[in-house]
Each structure stands twice: as C-alpha cells, then as structure tokens.
C-alpha cells in the first residue's frame, strides 16, 4: 500500500509539473505575439500572470524579463524595477539572473539611483558578461561625473570583450569622449 501509494503521489506530481509547463508555454506564447504586434499592456499583463500562477518554471522568468521591457519601453520604470528584481531573485541559473541584473543596472541608470546600479553591477556575475558589466558600470561613472574612474571600468571593457566583436567600437568611442588620464 505504501509503494503504491509513493508511486502514485510520485506519477501524480509529474502529472502537475507537466500540466503547470504545458500552461505556462501556452501563456508564453501568447506573450511573444503581443510583443510581436508591439501590444505592450498584454505583455505586462501575462508577464504577471506567469508570474503569479507559474513562478517555477522557466518561462516566468523570460516573461519577467520581457514584461520589463515592455514596461520600460512605456514608460513605467517602477514596474520594469519589480519585475526584473523579480527576475533576479528567481531566475534558475547564473547567467539568466546576471542578465536580468544589468538590464536593473541600466533601469537604475535612468532613474538617476547611481549607487544602487554601482551595487548591483559589483557583484558576482558570469564572465561572459564581463564586458557589459564594465561598460555599464562606465555609463554610471560618467554619469556621476566619475571620468577618471569611469575611463578604468571602460577599459577593462574593452579588454574583456571580444576581438572580433563590433561592440568595441562602441566603448571604444565611449573611452575616446573621455579624453587623455590625467
């Protein structure tokens, strides 16, 4: 009685996980077609519902992420802050909840709230991503008038991105604006 009872309590959660992914994949769907068509209030609409009702799987993040967007792109950068923090604190892996913290960093940048995008680009973060994080880090120094300081963030930039990449040119440019050290 008690195997059948484990195999049954065993078969009846993997029933609910898959029927809880199923529905989230559904909701997400439809979230990208209304980013599609540029539908921005049902993209905020069911980025918050994934969240609500479907927070464990993965497309709760994605949509936090893309409800972000969404938000910032109308003009609601208090929502865009809830939902990536949201991102960042339940994201499943490193790099999904670095990317969510830069994309914070650079809400926070907007705001003018520089030491709390400082914060969060100091952090630990995969080294993928070590580049964006320099550069922006960079953005938030000039913008608090930090040239000197902001010339090393720029630097270390260019040093960590790649080669090939036509990204440098852009930081490149950014670190030219600076002028000579003094």
Known sequence: V???M????????????SKQA?????????????????????????????????????????????????????????????????AVDNGKDDETRDIARLRLAAVL????????????LDGKHVDALSALY?????DVLVAQGKAQE????????LDKSDAKSSYRALIQVKLDALGEAK
């Open 109 to 120: 940048l907007d705001e003018k709230k520089y030491d709390a995008a400082l914060q969060l």
């Open 22 to 86: 199923f529905e989230a994949g559904e909701l997400y769907s439809q979230l990208q077609g209304a980013a599609g068509s540029g539908d921005q209030k049902k993209v905020q609409d069911i980025a918050a519902v994934l969240a609500e009702k479907y927070p464990r799987t993965g497309y709760a993040v994605f949509a936090a992420l893309a409800g972000a967007k969404a938000a910032v792109d109308s003009g609601d950068t208090a929502g865009a802050t809830t939902r990536l923090q949201w």
């Open 134 to 138: 320099a550069d922006l880090q960079g």
């Open 6 to 17: 484990t195999v049954g309590g065993i078969q009846g959660w993997r029933y609910y996980q």
């Open 150 to 157: 902001a010339r090393s963030a720029y630097q270390l930039a």
């Open 2 to 4: 008690a195997a059948a």
